[in-house]
């Protein structure tokens, strides 16, 4: 099977005709598919919206009380509406009403005259508070809109002063006095209703009670808030039958927060409206002289001081417009109906070109990814939904500034998760699957040269390599071993004697013999073995240097990592494919050899393992592999042609293979294990290895961000789309972290100011757990259908997995920002057989020294554990209602502390001694002045 892409031969005119009828199957297929997949999303939606029944009502009410304040309006900050904005609100709310209750006399003078020009009568409040000088003000616009404003019936001074203690009971009592002498018209005060019931001395110094009948705010459920209502009038007619009472409040929010049973929503608003409508003759009569329902205008300014639902109780939104009909069905959503179809339009539109462009896909597949499209698409628009039903404040709109790009970013990494699985856990879907390709029967055997590199290794484990590549069975080949940066002594020294007693002992036999593929081992391939103390650019510079000494008659170049022992057919079975001239380089998978115990190095193992069972399958489909620097062989004159390694990069591999592509040249992956290496001796270790692949993946995305998002270029969409998606995971490990410090210091704010910062809506964590649930289960299906490993694995490759996210961070945040890279090589192993230990440092005897030691290499997880543990429990501790959204929130806490948990608990778990092995970096001066007669000495 040839891999090279060349265009498609043109049809016959006479071959159209079959082909239309495949096109109309397709067709019909995919928009059967899509159509299923929008049924059931209107089905879910109007499941989710059942009518609620409710009286149909005249649009007409007793009395409302108004506060005139615009959506950007706000009393604390001066923005005051104007005489026009007034005036154009009382033109529309004489529709509704012929009765107003306000709750200050001196912020808008105007009202008064204005009411009157609608034909409004006027209940006008007086806004009192701690401030001696704005109560006199208040007082006497009071008194004076009473002396010159007929329609100005009552004069209520103060507005819950008592049950918030914003007055003295004696201050209070001197204005009311005050008010009733110097004014003809009735004067109170508002309180709720248990203020009248048990402080009865308060009537004596009024002409009315004013009540306060809230439900909500008592946790009452919608359904009996009627009759609560109505019982606690009764109690106050009876503590008071003297009396006349005005109900100065009394209503329902249509959003905001939950109060126990009592849950704020657009639907709960109208039924008790409605409902309260239909019985205003039990709440009047002799239980009341007049109702004013609470509120006629939403306003937002009220967050400050109530809370979330404070902006909602308004018959009319902020723009002024109706919430709810007095008549017909009610709904928990009233746009429902439109969020429905437009998340239908939306996951239709979007499904459809896939849906045609994947038609081999099996039909599970094609649905699976079909639904989870389709309800990706309806929360995204409720997401969208969320700045029109809510009066956000500027903390909140910050908030949703760094949730978007999160839930978008959450979306696609869902999107991408449920693609992989579509397309790889059903078989059949992954046509491309590509088995070992020995060379042609009577080709000859082209010669290679493989390169290996090393970097402060364990010695003994070299030359177990470099022993392994000299059994390779294959005719034709060299070894070349390129030791850079390394600074240890017993690191070098006996790799470079073992390669001078190869080469002696070759030289002895004869040298230079050449063997036949499959026959007995001759005397061997010549090893060179090279030291570069003081090298640049990383990994890469060595090969480079490496390839710069290839043999002239080398065709192909093998490179392997230091820890490998590869199988002696390792080229044998993987040369037929790079007979094809379109391809670059072969690829076979990355194994280990020493992962049965302990149990951190079996979750390492296997979580490797899930990438090259899975994820490289689902690359290969579309000719979009990430390169490994191990195990892969590379066509010699593209690498010449190409300009060699990336030097620049620590993940040389990875953008070598992209460059392959956009030269048009195709990496072959063939799924067979031929060599087996090392895990990562410890939990730091893998952090580190992780840590650099994540930062080189963004060195490479910035590098090449033209040819994988600009026009033009060979790249195919599939291959821009593997890259990118491949690190869309690693994007999110970096924004989880920016999100957790936010997450820490936003619960910071609602513990220290819960009048300006508030817990998320609880729909906001909707997309997290979704995500989280996602990945829990379809990453272990996979690994069940795709890697099968026991159960205890399965979850200990997650484990794993998620422990990395905060390194991952690390080294996406450096790459993006250009951090000096630094090229760590990754420990691993133990020293072989033989050879000395190194000796274990002295027992500390202090139990917080010991952890100290044992958290070392997870410190900045632990703190930021801490922290979120702690924001969780002060989020606990602090006063306010345990409602929905601070349960929610507290959630978010909880998963964002997950990563870091895995972390900590993976430092933990026990791992093989090691020997100290230091970053690559170049040697001191002394050093290379001490060892310049080693510099670029061959070995043999």
Same mark, same amino acid.
């Given at each position: #099977?040839?891999?090279?892409?060349?265009?498609?031969?043109?049809?016959?005119?006479?071959?159209?005709?079959?082909?239309? @009828?495949?096109?109309?199957?397709?067709?019909?297929?995919?928009?059967?598919?899509?159509?299923?997949?929008?049924?059931?999303?209107?089905?879910?939606?109007?499941?989710?919206?059942?009518?609620?029944?409710?009286?149909?009502?005249?649009?007409?009410?007793?009395?409302?009380?108004?506060?005139?304040?615009?959506?950007?309006?706000?009393?604390?900050?001066?923005?005051?509406?104007?005489?026009?904005?007034?005036?154009?609100?009382?033109?529309?709310?004489?529709?509704?009403?012929?009765? &107003?209750?306000?709750?200050?006399?001196?912020?808008?003078?105007?009202?008064?005259?204005?009411?009157?020009?609608? =034909?409004?009568?006027?209940?006008?409040?007086?806004?009192?508070?701690?401030?001696?000088?704005?109560?006199?003000?208040?007082?006497?616009?009071?008194?004076?809109?009473?002396?010159?404003?007929?329609?100005?019936?009552?004069?209520?001074?103060?507005?819950?002063?008592?049950?918030?203690?914003?007055?003295?009971?004696?201050?209070?009592?001197?204005?009311?006095?005050?008010?009733?002498?110097?004014?003809?018209?009735?004067?109170?005060?508002?309180?709720?209703?248990?203020?009248?019931?048990?402080?009865?001395?308060?009537?004596?110094?009024?002409?009315?009670?004013?009540?306060? &009948?809230?439900?909500?705010?008592?946790?009452?459920?919608?359904?009996?808030?009627?009759?609560?209502?109505?019982?606690?009038?009764?109690?106050?007619?009876?503590?008071?039958?003297?009396?006349?009472?005005?109900?100065?409040?009394?209503?329902?929010?249509?959003?905001?927060?939950?109060?126990?049973?009592?849950?704020?929503?657009?639907?709960?608003?109208?039924?008790?409206?409605?409902?309260?409508?239909?019985?205003?003759?039990?709440?009047?009569?002799?239980?009341?002289?007049?109702?004013?329902?609470?509120?006629?205008?939403?306003?937002?300014?009220?967050?400050?001081?109530?809370?979330?639902?404070?902006?909602?109780? =308004?018959?009319?939104?902020?723009?002024?417009?109706?919430?709810?009909?007095?008549?017909?069905?009610?709904?928990?959503?009233?746009?429902?109906?439109?969020?429905?179809?437009?998340?239908?339009?939306?996951?239709?539109?979007?499904?459809?070109?896939?849906?045609?462009?994947?038609?081999?896909?099996?039909?599970?597949?094609?649905?699976?990814?079909?639904?989870?499209?389709?309800?990706?698409?309806?929360?995204?628009?409720?997401?969208?939904?969320?700045?029109?039903?809510?009066?956000?404040?500027? @903390?909140?709109?910050?908030?949703?500034?760094?949730?978007?790009?999160?839930?978008?970013?959450?979306?696609?990494?869902?999107?991408?998760?449920?693609?992989?699985?579509? /397309?790889?856990?059903?078989?059949?879907?992954?046509?491309?699957?590509?088995?070992?390709?020995?060379?042609?029967?009577?080709?000859?055997?082209?010669?290679?040269?493989?390169?290996?590199?090393?970097?402060?290794?364990?010695?003994?484990?070299?030359?177990?390599?470099?022993?392994?590549?000299?059994?390779?069975?294959?005719?034709?080949?060299?070894?070349?071993?390129?030791?850079?940066?390394?600074?240890?002594?017993?690191?070098?020294?006996?790799?470079?004697?073992?390669?001078?007693?190869?080469?002696?002992?070759?030289?002895?036999?004869?040298?230079?013999?050449?063997?036949?593929?499959?026959?007995?081992?001759?005397?061997?391939?010549?090893?060179?073995?090279?030291? &570069?103390?003081?090298?640049?650019?990383?990994?890469?510079?060595?090969?480079?240097?490496?390839?710069?000494?290839?043999?002239?008659?080398?065709?192909?170049?093998?490179?392997?990592?230091?820890?490998?022992?590869?199988?002696?057919?390792?080229?044998?079975?993987?040369?037929?494919?790079?007979?094809?001239?379109?391809?670059?380089?072969?690829?076979?998978?990355?194994?280990?050899?020493?992962?049965?115990?302990?149990?951190?190095?079996?979750? #390492?193992?296997?979580?490797?393992?899930?990438?090259?069972?899975?994820?490289?399958?689902?690359?290969? /489909?579309?000719?979009?592999?990430?390169?490994?620097?191990?195990?892969?062989?590379?066509?010699?004159?593209?690498?010449?042609?190409?300009?060699?390694?990336? /030097?620049?990069?620590?993940?040389?591999?990875?953008?070598?293979?992209?460059?392959?592509?956009?030269?048009?040249?195709?990496?072959?992956?063939?799924?067979?294990?031929?060599?087996?290496?090392?895990?990562?001796?410890?939990?730091?270790?893998?952090?580190?290895?992780?840590?650099?692949?994540?930062?080189?993946?963004?060195?490479?995305?910035?590098?090449?961000?033209?040819?994988?998002?600009?026009?033009?270029?060979?790249?195919?969409?599939?291959?821009?789309?593997?890259?990118?998606?491949?690190?869309?995971?690693?994007?999110?490990?970096?924004?989880?972290?920016?999100?957790?410090?936010?997450?820490?210091?936003?619960?910071?704010?609602?513990?220290?100011?819960?009048?300006?910062?508030?817990?998320?809506?609880?729909?906001?964590?909707?997309?997290?757990?979704?995500?989280?649930?996602?990945?829990?289960?379809?990453?272990?299906?996979?690994?069940?259908?795709?890697?099968?490993?026991?159960?205890?694995?399965?979850?200990?490759?997650?484990?794993?997995?998620?422990?990395?996210?905060?390194?991952?961070?690390?080294?996406?945040?450096?790459?993006?920002?250009?951090?000096?890279?630094?090229?760590?090589?990754?420990?691993?192993?133990?020293?072989?057989?033989?050879?000395?230990?190194?000796?274990? @440092?002295?027992?500390?005897?202090?139990?917080?020294?010991?952890?100290?030691?044992?958290?070392?290499?997870?410190?900045?997880?632990?703190?930021?554990?801490?922290?979120?543990?702690?924001?969780?429990?002060?989020?606990?501790?602090?006063?306010?209602?345990?409602?929905?959204?601070?349960?929610?929130?507290?959630?978010?806490?909880?998963?964002?502390?997950?990563?870091?948990?895995?972390?900590?608990?993976?430092?933990?778990?026990?791992?093989?001694?090691?020997?100290?092995?230091?970053?690559?970096?170049?040697?001191?001066?002394?050093?290379?002045?001490?060892?310049?007669?080693?510099?670029?000495?061959?070995?043999?």
């Amino acid at each position: #099977m040839r891999v090279s892409r060349a265009p498609a031969p043109t049809a016959a005119p006479h071959c159209a005709a079959p082909a239309t @009828p495949r096109r109309a199957v397709r067709w019909a297929m995919a928009l059967a598919i899509a159509g299923l997949a929008s049924l059931v999303n209107l089905g879910l939606w109007r499941l989710a919206n059942p009518p609620l029944a409710a009286p149909d009502v005249p649009a007409r009410v007793g009395g409302l009380a108004y506060n005139a304040f615009p959506r950007w309006g706000d009393p604390h900050t001066g923005r005051f509406p104007s005489d026009a904005q007034v005036d154009a609100d009382l033109r529309q709310l004489a529709a509704l009403t012929t009765q &107003l209750r306000t709750y200050s006399a001196g912020e808008l003078p105007a009202l008064p005259a204005l009411a009157r020009r609608h =034909g409004l009568q006027v209940s006008l409040g007086v806004w009192l508070d701690g401030r001696a000088d704005a109560n006199e003000r208040e007082v006497s616009a009071a008194i004076d809109a009473a002396r010159h404003h007929p329609n100005v019936k009552r004069i209520i001074a103060g507005n819950e002063t008592q049950l918030h203690r914003t007055l003295s009971a004696t201050e209070l009592h001197t204005v009311l006095r005050r008010l009733r002498a110097a004014t003809r018209v009735p004067v109170s005060t508002a309180e709720p209703w248990h203020v009248w019931v048990y402080r009865p001395e308060l009537a004596r110094h009024v002409d009315f009670i004013t009540v306060h &009948l809230l439900p909500y705010w008592e946790g009452v459920s919608v359904h009996e808030a009627l009759e609560d209502a109505l019982l606690r009038l009764r109690m106050v007619r009876e503590r008071h039958p003297r009396k006349p009472i005005v109900i100065g409040e009394i209503g329902w929010p249509s959003g905001g927060d939950s109060v126990r049973s009592a849950h704020a929503t657009p639907a709960a608003q109208a039924a008790f409206v409605r409902g309260f409508l239909a019985r205003a003759g039990e709440f009047g009569g002799t239980l009341a002289s007049e109702v004013y329902l609470m509120e006629a205008v939403d306003q937002p300014w009220k967050r400050a001081t109530e809370g979330r639902v404070g902006a909602h109780w =308004g018959l009319l939104d902020a723009s002024r417009t109706p919430k709810f009909s007095f008549s017909g069905p009610l709904f928990d959503d009233p746009y429902w109906a439109r969020k429905a179809a437009l998340s239908s339009a939306l996951g239709l539109a979007t499904l459809l070109p896939f849906l045609l462009a994947f038609a081999h896909m099996r039909l599970a597949g094609r649905l699976a990814f079909a639904f989870t499209v389709q309800a990706v698409a309806a929360f995204a628009v409720l997401l969208g939904a969320v700045p029109l039903a809510h009066y956000l404040s500027l @903390p909140d709109i910050a908030l949703l500034g760094l949730l978007v790009p999160a839930l978008a970013l959450m979306a696609a990494m869902l999107l991408a998760q449920a693609f992989e699985f579509a /397309e790889t856990f059903w078989p059949g879907s992954l046509r491309r699957r590509l088995a070992p390709r020995p060379l042609a029967e009577g080709a000859a055997a082209p010669f290679v040269s493989v390169h290996l590199a090393c970097s402060n290794e364990n010695a003994e484990m070299v030359i177990a390599t470099i022993d392994s590549l000299r059994a390779l069975d294959w005719p034709a080949f060299e070894i070349i071993v390129i030791d850079n940066n390394t600074t240890d002594p017993a690191c070098w020294r006996p790799v470079r004697a073992h390669v001078k007693a190869l080469e002696a002992a070759r030289r002895a036999q004869g040298g230079g013999g050449k063997r036949a593929i499959g026959g007995g081992i001759g005397p061997g391939p010549r090893i060179r073995w090279f030291r &570069l103390p003081r090298w640049p650019g990383f990994k890469a510079g060595a090969l480079n240097f490496a390839l710069g000494r290839t043999d002239p008659r080398a065709a192909w170049v093998a490179v392997v990592d230091a820890d490998y022992l590869v199988a002696p057919d390792w080229l044998h079975q993987l040369a037929g494919w790079l007979e094809d001239a379109a391809v670059g380089a072969v690829q076979s998978p990355q194994a280990h050899r020493d992962c049965a115990a302990p149990r951190l190095k079996r979750m #390492m193992n296997w979580e490797f393992e899930g990438f090259f069972r899975i994820g490289m399958h689902h690359r290969h /489909e579309r000719d979009a592999l990430v390169q490994h620097g191990t195990m892969t062989i590379v066509r010699r004159e593209s690498l010449r042609r190409l300009g060699g390694w990336a /030097e620049d990069c620590v993940c040389e591999d990875t953008e070598l293979g992209l460059r392959l592509l956009q030269q048009g040249q195709s990496v072959v992956y063939v799924d067979k294990v031929l060599g087996t290496g090392l895990v990562p001796s410890d939990f730091a270790a893998f952090q580190r290895q992780r840590r650099r692949w994540a930062q080189g993946a963004m060195q490479i995305l910035r590098a090449h961000l033209r040819a994988l998002f600009g026009a033009g270029g060979r790249l195919t969409a599939g291959q821009r789309y593997h890259f990118v998606a491949g690190w869309l995971p690693w994007l999110g490990d970096a924004l989880h972290l920016v999100f957790t410090i936010a997450a820490i210091a936003w619960t910071v704010g609602v513990i220290a100011a819960p009048q300006v910062f508030a817990p998320p809506m609880a729909l906001f964590v909707v997309p997290l757990v979704v995500y989280l649930v996602a990945r829990g289960v379809l990453g272990p299906l996979l690994y069940w259908r795709c890697v099968r490993c026991p159960g205890a694995d399965i979850f200990g490759a997650a484990w794993a997995g998620m422990a990395l996210s905060h390194a991952i961070a690390r080294g996406v945040l450096a790459g993006l920002f250009g951090a000096r890279a630094v090229f760590h090589v990754t420990r691993k192993g133990r020293p072989a057989p033989g050879r000395p230990h190194p000796p274990k @440092p002295r027992p500390r005897t202090s139990v917080v020294a010991r952890w100290r030691a044992w958290l070392e290499p997870v410190q900045e997880q632990t703190w930021l554990l801490l922290a979120l543990w702690l924001a969780g429990i002060g989020l606990v501790l602090c006063p306010g209602p345990v409602d929905a959204p601070r349960a929610a929130w507290l959630l978010v806490l909880v998963l964002q502390s997950l990563p870091y948990a895995a972390a900590v608990a993976c430092a933990r778990l026990p791992s093989d001694t090691h020997p100290a092995v230091r970053s690559e970096r170049p040697a001191g001066a002394a050093v290379a002045r001490r060892e310049a007669a080693d510099v670029a000495a061959p070995g043999g």
